[in-house]
């Protein structure tokens, strides 16, 4: 079993930065490819980001590519989201996943949830 629990959200003003973290239980972060997702009001969880077992890997969505940064640190069993440049729309419940198979983007895909940090974008 692994558990993940993210940190880090709360209320911003557009075009500031946040920092998201993913803290994993147990011994197997390395592992896992992580995620991230989030779903904002009335709308349905959408990915946000993935990153390969070692890091070496990134995807982003069309709608954060250039703005947020997706690291992880396995010796720390945690995963990290730099949110630069953030919009009212990035306003939205944020999760970490873990999990193996399948496309990187595919809410299936992962097997692990955490809880969610919420994440609030004023203009």
């Known amino acids: 079993q692994v558990q993940l629990v993210e940190s880090g959200g709360g209320s911003v003003q557009a075009g500031g930065s946040l920092r998201l973290s993913c803290v994993t239980s147990g011994r197997t972060f390395s592992s896992y490819r992580m995620a991230w997702f989030r779903q904002g009001p009335v709308k349905e969880r959408e990915f946000v980001s993935a990153?390969?077992?070692?890091?070496?890997?990134?995807y982003y969505s069309d709608s954060v590519r250039g703005r947020f940064s997706i690291s992880r640190d396995n010796a720390k069993s945690t995963m990290f989201l730099q949110m630069n440049n953030v919009k009212p729309e990035d306003t939205a419940v944020y999760y970490c996943a873990a999990g193996n198979d399948g496309w990187y983007n595919l809410l299936r895909s992962y097997v692990y949830w955490g809880q969610g940090t919420q994440v609030t974008v004023s203009s």
């Open positions: 990153i390969s077992r070692n890091g070496d890997i990134t």
